[in-house]
């Protein structure tokens, strides 16, 4: 018996055929040779451009402080943070905070004082140069009126706040930064009492130098 080839096979054995030659003549295009090294050497960049640093070399610390000293009061704001790199634009890390207001109230003839202390997380994604991202969760212990006792009782606070940041790079992890944010829980016994907006200003530093 003769053996027969439908159509279907014969179409198929052409597009194999086709399909070989092509991918031949692709490979043996020198622009095309250069294309896949190009696309080769990206993705080996995107997944070792940290695999160089130590883990000390992606971590940073720094924060922000704040003084004020006057005849009417003082205000001391210590705000360090430690930060790590997951890649080279976005980063995640915690902080601890501690506020002081002190002073004596002119118009009443009391002195006052009182601390605000706590910690947060936070997220950083660098768009650009100079500006990034930032979101932060933030729990800080504070003194709140209760209505129901007609006093003052310690509690936390929780703030959830995000917006933009300006930096001055002068360095990996090196850089001084200033930050405008949003909080978007705005309690109404939010250590930030003014408005749901926060500015906050700071510098960061490297771990260990590269």
Request: charged fraction near 20%; aromatic fraction near 18%.
């Amino acid at each position: 018996m003769q053996p027969t080839f439908s159509i279907r096979s014969l179409f198929f054995l052409i597009s194999i055929l086709f399909s070989v030659s092509a991918t031949a003549q692709e490979e043996g295009n020198p622009d095309y040779v250069e294309y896949k090294k190009q696309k080769e050497d990206e993705k080996k960049k995107e997944k070792t451009e940290l695999s160089e640093y130590s883990f000390a070399e992606r971590c940073y610390w720094g924060g922000s402080l704040s003084l004020s000293l006057g005849n009417y009061g003082s205000y001391i704001d210590i705000s360090p943070i430690l930060g790590y790199n997951l890649t080279m634009k976005w980063s995640a890390g915690i902080g601890i905070s501690y506020k002081y207001f002190g002073g004596r109230n002119q118009f009443y003839g009391v002195t006052y004082s009182t601390s605000v202390y706590g910690g947060c997380v936070f997220t950083r994604l660098l768009m650009g140069e100079k500006f990034f991202a930032h979101a932060e969760l933030e729990s800080l212990n504070t003194d709140a009126y209760d209505p129901l006792t007609l006093q003052f009782k310690r509690k936390f606070i929780n703030i959830g706040a995000a917006g933009l940041g300006l930096r001055n790079e002068m360095g990996y992890n090196r850089y001084f930064y200033f930050m405008l944010l949003y909080d978007f829980i705005n309690d109404r016994d939010s250590p930030y009492p003014f408005s749901p907006f926060i500015v906050k200003a700071g510098a960061i530093f490297p771990i260990a130098d590269r």
